[in-house]
């Protein structure tokens, strides 16, 4: 599980310059600068750039800072990889570079040589993503993987339901890589972006499975995600007691505590502190 927060990570069209410099004062844990689907393909010249610019001269503060290339096997991935490479050695601030529709562990090799200044994250919507999900995530330089639910969708010719039953195997086996391989793994986006009961409740689910958080396309998305990723007081409040007791009852010679009626072991202690360490990381990003 990863130390900094990733409950809200924001796609903002690399085209939009009005909304790349509004994000500087959203809470997003991180962003995704995105030169892939939002940009049209006549402006995906003229984004590469405005990236490259406002990469290297804009402050982002302590948001990740993610760039979503284009694939290889189009006519912009190659020259996206290699301005942000440009931008890195000029010094942009580049945490990762996301490559989209990610197959198998050798789509990322080309993409590793040539910025070799960032880490790597796969976005995980294709088919034959979801079957060498475990391969991907095994890849050296990969730090973190993004569901594509759209792209996900499409590809199996699945229909949208608030329960994603559809999708849930693909999830799954994408989050039993992740974990395998202690990379971060946000969830996918939700599309009715003023829809903020089905947002809360899709978070709700995504967290419940444990993605880190979700992927977001409009900044009335943040608070929503911002709050489901967070441990609420009442779950910090449990940890804490939990901590005591089983201290208590160690102290005492045993190796279980029983809290609320339930028990508690080493395991449930390790996860307690996870919860504390990630409501301190949260509180330290808003610092
Ligand atoms: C969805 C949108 C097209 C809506 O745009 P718009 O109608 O302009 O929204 P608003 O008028 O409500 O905007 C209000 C202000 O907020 C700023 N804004 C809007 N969106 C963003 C954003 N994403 N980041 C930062 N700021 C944003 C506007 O500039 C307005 O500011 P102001 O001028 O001060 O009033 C639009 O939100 C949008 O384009 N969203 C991103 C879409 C996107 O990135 N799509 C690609 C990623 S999703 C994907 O590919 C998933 C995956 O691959 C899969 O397969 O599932
Ligand atoms: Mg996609």
């Known amino acids: ?18 909304a790349l410099e509004k994000v500087m004062g959203l809470a997003a844990d991180a962003i ?10 006549e402006e995906k010249p003229a984004a590469r750039a405005l990236l490259a610019r406002v990469l290297t001269d804009w402050d982002f503060g302590n948001r990740a800072r993610i760039v979503r290339i284009n694939g290889f096997d189009t006519e912009w991935g190659r020259a996206d990889a290699n301005a942000m490479d440009e931008a890195i050695a000029r010094g942009a601030k580049i945490d990762a570079i996301l490559i989209p529709k990610v197959n198998r562990a050798a789509d990322l090799d080309a993409v590793a040589e040539a910025v070799p200044g960032a880490d790597l994250w796969a976005m995980m919507e294709t088919a034959a993503g979801m079957l060498n999900a475990a391969e991907i995530a095994a890849h ?6 993004v569901m594509g639910t759209n792209d996900l969708a499409k590809e199996l010719g699945s229909r949208f339901r608030p329960d994603r039953l559809a999708l849930q195997a693909g999830l799954g086996l994408c989050l039993l890589a992740a974990r395998a391989h202690s990379r971060v ?4 986006v939700f599309n009715a972006f003023k829809d903020e009961a089905g947002l809360k409740a899709e978070c709700e689910q995504g967290r419940d499975m444990g993605f880190d958080g979700k992927t977001l396309i409009h900044p009335a998305q943040l608070a929503i995600a911002n709050a489901a990723f967070a441990p609420s007081q009442a779950e910090l409040e449990l940890a804490r007691r939990q901590i005591d007791a ?4 160690k102290a005492a ?6 809290v609320d009626g339930k028990i508690v072991e080493n395991l449930h202690i390790v996860t307690a502190e996870v919860l504390i360490a990630k409501a301190e990381a949260i509180a330290a990003m808003a610092d």
């Open 140 to 145: 050296p330089r990969l730090k973190g993987m």
């Open 1 to 18: 599980m990863s130390a900094r927060p990733y409950r809200s990570v924001l796609y903002i069209p690399g085209s939009k310059e009005r």
């Open 253 to 258: 010679g045993q190796g279980v505590a029983v």
């Open 246 to 249: 089983f201290f208590a009852a």
């Open 185 to 188: 793994i946000v969830d996918g």
């Open 32 to 41: 995704i600068f995105d030169l892939e689907d939002a940009v049209a393909p």
